[in-house]
């Protein structure tokens, strides 16, 4: 296929509770490139502590938590000023920026990979980050968020962020196609069908992924067609047995059989 499959358009302002109540990602509207604050002394901070790709793909997934509320995905911001007389509350999936994730050490798959993307690209590293959906067994599991990164051998590889464990690098991180190419990817029994693809500058639609859905139609999703105990549990469980067939592979290799 074609670098044809992406089309570049002007990232977008996404609008919050103030203007939308019931799907503002944050408590006012927003450029989508305001999440990637490289300026924030937080993020400028980070990013020199964790200069190597390895590094920055091992601390999104086991120093930033996923949350959990009673067993079910929590994403509930309230901005409360002035003894109450400002007082604004987002009470479902809330887009944090990079910073404010870094500070939290708390976020969903969305956030995870914007801090990711943030952090991969201010040390130089290719990759970009993907909003779309995550099937199992050819099944939806709901809207999701991941990333790639080009590798120091050139190959592209997948970046899941909401594993509970980071897997080797780089070997553990599967190879994927040129993400400049196609819109799907697959690890074992998931399939990661993107319909926007992003940098910290740049954002782009994939021509195929919107017959699948909309970006507007993702933006507007319900959080429990997001943020799912049963999405992340799925996730963990195809990762797990796409590594127990590296190994397995590995050792066959090594024995000869």
């Known amino acids: 296929m ?4 992406w089309v ?3 990232p977008l302002t996404i609008p919050g509770v103030l203007e939308a109540p019931d799907i503002g990602k944050r408590f006012w509207k927003f450029n989508f490139r305001e999440l990637f604050d490289r300026d924030s002394e937080v993020i400028r901070e980070l990013a020199k502590k964790l200069m190597r790709a390895e590094h920055i793909c091992r601390y999104i997934i086991e120093e930033i938590k996923y949350p959990f509320w009673f067993g079910q995905p929590d994403d509930k911001h309230v901005w409360n000023a002035f003894h109450g007389k400002f007082c604004v509350k987002v009470k479902h999936d809330f887009w944090q920026k990079a910073s404010e994730t870094a500070v939290a050490k708390y976020g969903d798959c969305e956030d995870k990979t914007i801090l990711w993307v943030t952090l991969m690209d201010m040390n130089l590293y290719k990759c970009y980050g993907f909003l779309g959906v995550v099937y199992y067994k050819d099944k939806p599991l709901g809207g999701h968020a991941w990333g790639a990164f080009e590798d120091e051998k050139g190959n592209w590889r997948l970046y899941e962020s909401t594993l509970e464990k980071a ?5 553990g991180y599967p190879v994927i196609p040129d993400p400049n190419t196609t819109n799907e990817f697959e690890v074992g029994r998931l399939r990661y069908v993107a319909i926007a693809r992003f940098t910290t500058e740049e954002f782009w639609l994939s021509k195929r992924g919107v017959g699948i859905m909309t970006l507007k139609e993702y933006l507007t999703l319900p959080h429990k067609k997001k943020h799912t105990r049963k999405k992340i549990k799925l996730i963990r469980k195809a990762w797990a047995e796409y ?3 590296l190994i397995e592979t590995k050792l066959r290799e090594m024995t000869g059989r």
Not at 2 to 5: F, G, I, K, N, Y
Not at 167 to 171: D, F, G, R
């Open 8 to 10: 570049r358009i002007t």
């Open 2 to 5: 074609s670098c044809r499959e």
């Open 167 to 171: 897997p080797t690098y780089p070997e």
């Open 243 to 245: 590594h127990k067939y």
